[in-house]
């Protein structure tokens, strides 16, 4: 593997992880907010990733895909955390809210990434002698900005059982709504059919022009080599 792809993998590895954690962190507070204890109960609300690793989807998928990109693209997800729906005082309100608490979250966490570019470019501004190792710490909020948004976007395809979907379920009249849920048996296979298609094409096109807007916003603070 070339050094620049290792180098890249380094970079990402750790901002994909703790965006993925935090995506599922917030899926377990909401639902605690809405009167769903079973995340706390099997020790999902914390930071620490280990409980949130999922081999496949956290470690193997995002690995596999760094490699045959040469470093260009990595996605995955962390282990879903356990929500019963039963226990939300409000059904309908409560699932809504867990639902898009975690797209929420990788949405603040984008701008947050976008402010720490720029507080770190004014640090590296003020002592010089520490630009190298702020510079490196920039890429990772660029790539954390691009990560994040793309959590966004990816988790509001409405195909169950994603997080979009859940919202979409609410819209539609009973007879569609439980069709409609049954189908996210096939969800994976139909993502993974998609993959490399026009559809995903367009449906991402947004978040790279937000992901510009929001690092040509901030480019000024960026140190060069």
């Given at each position: 593997?070339?050094?620049?792809?290792?180098?890249?993998?380094?970079?990402?590895?750790?901002?994909?992880?703790?965006?993925?954690?935090?995506?599922?962190?917030?899926?377990?507070?909401?639902?605690?907010?809405?009167?769903?204890?079973?995340?706390?109960?099997?020790?999902?609300?914390?930071?620490?990733?280990?409980?949130?690793?999922?081999?496949?989807?956290?470690?193997?998928?995002?690995?596999?895909?760094?490699?045959?990109?040469?470093?260009?693209?990595?996605?995955?997800?962390?282990?879903?955390?356990?929500?019963?729906?039963?226990?939300?005082?409000e059904f309908?309100?409560?699932?809504?809210?867990?639902?898009?608490?975690?797209?929420?979250?990788?949405?603040?966490?984008?701008?947050?990434?976008?402010?720490?570019?720029?507080?770190?470019?004014?640090?590296?501004?003020?002592?010089?002698?520490?630009?190298?190792?702020?510079?490196?710490?920039?890429?990772?909020?660029?790539?954390?900005?691009?990560?994040?948004?793309?959590?966004?976007?990816?988790?509001?395809?409405?195909?169950?059982?994603?997080?979009?979907?859940?919202?979409?379920?609410?819209?539609?009249?009973?007879?569609?709504?439980?069709?409609?849920?049954?189908?996210?048996?096939?969800?994976?296979?139909?993502?993974?059919l998609l993959?490399?298609?026009?559809?995903?094409?367009?449906?991402?096109?947004?978040?790279?022009?937000?992901?510009?807007?929001?690092?040509?916003?901030?480019?000024?603070?960026?140190?060069?080599?």
């Amino acid at each position: 593997m070339e050094l620049d792809t290792l180098r890249t993998i380094a970079l990402v590895a750790p901002v994909l992880l703790f965006s993925m954690v935090a995506h599922e962190y917030a899926h377990g507070y909401a639902a605690l907010r809405q009167g769903d204890d079973t995340a706390l109960k099997a020790g999902r609300l914390t930071f620490n990733p280990v409980p949130h690793i999922d081999l496949w989807m956290t470690i193997l998928l995002p690995a596999f895909l760094l490699y045959i990109s040469k470093g260009t693209m990595a996605f995955g997800g962390a282990k879903p955390v356990p929500v019963d729906p039963r226990k939300f005082r409000e059904f309908r309100r409560g699932d809504i809210i867990v639902s898009l608490a975690g797209v929420a979250t990788n949405l603040v966490l984008a701008v947050v990434c976008a402010a720490l570019f720029a507080l770190l470019g004014a640090l590296g501004g003020a002592i010089p002698s520490a630009a190298g190792t702020l510079r490196v710490l920039q890429q990772m909020a660029v790539y954390g900005v691009t990560l994040n948004l793309l959590l966004v976007a990816f988790n509001l395809i409405p195909i169950p059982p994603l997080d979009g979907s859940h919202v979409v379920t609410h819209l539609l009249p009973a007879r569609l709504a439980v069709p409609y849920q049954r189908f996210g048996r096939f969800g994976l296979l139909v993502l993974i059919l998609l993959i490399n298609t026009p559809f995903l094409d367009y449906w991402f096109a947004p978040v790279f022009r937000v992901a510009r807007g929001l690092l040509g916003a901030v480019q000024r603070f960026a140190l060069v080599a």
